[in-house]
């Protein structure tokens, strides 16, 4: 007697496709919905840190303004409230966009974060350019000559790039190549007749080089680039030592795949292997940890635009953490979370796309 295969219940398929991996849609929306909570655990934890010193107007202008002048400020501005009426209130103020008023200027904090935040995400992107255009071939050479003296240089170095404070490799550079050796401006983000020329456009991004591309000014883009050099190797070699070492892991085990041994066996060249096999997969764990480096990025910021006055918002945190405007440094760190936040999403969802096997 023949036994015939028992049919599985429809029902069950689903679930065994869930056990072997899961669905791209649920992955992608349970990282979606992660973003919100975890920008209300960092605008919590910002916004109570920042009250430890007592309410802001008193942190700022305190010992400046007489007594009753400051207990007039203090009650205009709610900070006599109770503080978890006053952290409500502020949540209810961000949901509209809303972040308050810097203290030692009186500017609105939209405003403030519109005019520099363009600076700072400027000197990020040139920055993760550099870090990715020395990283990943530089990575690729180091697993292409594993255990070769080319190997043991590029493994120093990425200690040493990663190892080295931000500003200490920034004052290095501007010592060689603005004063020794004059090839680079020394700071800034363009000299004076670029700045001008970029408020004077009809509607600036804020991003210099682009304007000056969308101006046609050429002579302003070579300026703004020339400007944006050291800043932008400064803070990119930081991230160019963790891509660089990452691609060489993977790059080396790669190349002990059994695909990689049979093109080798067949006469394959170990620089083809490399460019042609072993060079995509080593590109996903890049992706993967991209969201952290961006975080990375705009830590490093605020040393770097410090040590070369680029004045985006690193420089300005700085400022405003010397002058006690708490406003504005809770302005610009909840600003920042939520770039990092929704970064890592957008890395989420790429690595996805690459790779099947991220799910759920």
């Not at 919590?44 to 008193?58: A, H, N, Q, S």
């Amino acid at each position: 007697m023949i036994d015939l295969p028992v049919e599985e219940p429809a029902a069950q398929a689903p679930k065994r496709r869930n056990k072997s991996g899961g669905s791209l849609g649920k992955y992608l929306l349970i990282r979606f919905l992660l973003i919100f909570p975890t920008i209300l655990i960092l605008v919590t934890m910002v916004f109570f840190l920042m009250r430890i010193t007592g309410d802001p107007i008193t942190a700022a202008l305190g010992g400046r303004l007489p007594p009753e002048q400051l207990a007039q400020r203090i009650h205009e501005a709610g900070y006599d409230r109770p503080v978890m009426v006053q952290y409500f209130e502020y949540l209810g103020q961000l949901l509209t966009g809303n972040f308050g008023r810097t203290i030692s200027d009186n500017l609105l904090v939209t405003d403030m974060l519109a005019t520099y935040g363009a600076a700072t995400l400027e000197l990020a992107v040139n920055s993760l350019i550099v870090a990715l255009a020395v990283g990943i071939p530089l990575g690729m050479l180091a697993g292409y000559k594993r255990d070769k003296w080319q190997d043991a240089v590029l493994r120093v170095s990425a200690i040493l790039f990663y190892a080295t404070p931000v500003f200490f490799a920034g004052l290095l550079l501007k010592l060689v190549f603005a004063v020794w050796l004059g090839w680079l401006p020394v700071a800034g983000r363009s000299g004076t007749s670029t700045e001008i020329a970029m408020t004077q456009l009809a509607s600036p991004t804020g991003i210099y080089w682009l304007d000056a591309l969308r101006s046609g000014n050429m002579a302003a883009y070579w300026d703004v680039v020339q400007h944006s050099v050291l800043p932008a190797v400064a803070l990119g070699l930081l991230t160019a030592g963790i891509f660089l070492r990452l691609v060489r892991t993977n790059v080396i085990g790669t190349l002990g795949k059994d695909y990689v041994e049979a093109g080798r066996s067949r006469g394959v060249s170990e620089f083809r292997l490399v460019t042609k096999h072993a060079y995509k997969p080593a590109l996903i764990p890049i992706i993967t940890v991209m969201g952290l480096q961006i975080a990375l990025l705009l830590g490093g910021a605020v040393l770097t635009e410090t040590t070369f006055e680029w004045k985006g918002l690193g420089f300005q945190l700085a400022s405003y953490l010397t002058a006690r405007d708490f406003v504005a440094v809770q302005g610009i760190v909840v600003l920042l979370a939520v770039i990092v936040a929704i970064s890592n999403f957008i890395v989420d969802v790429i690595a996805a796309l690459i790779d099947p096997r991220v799910r759920y």
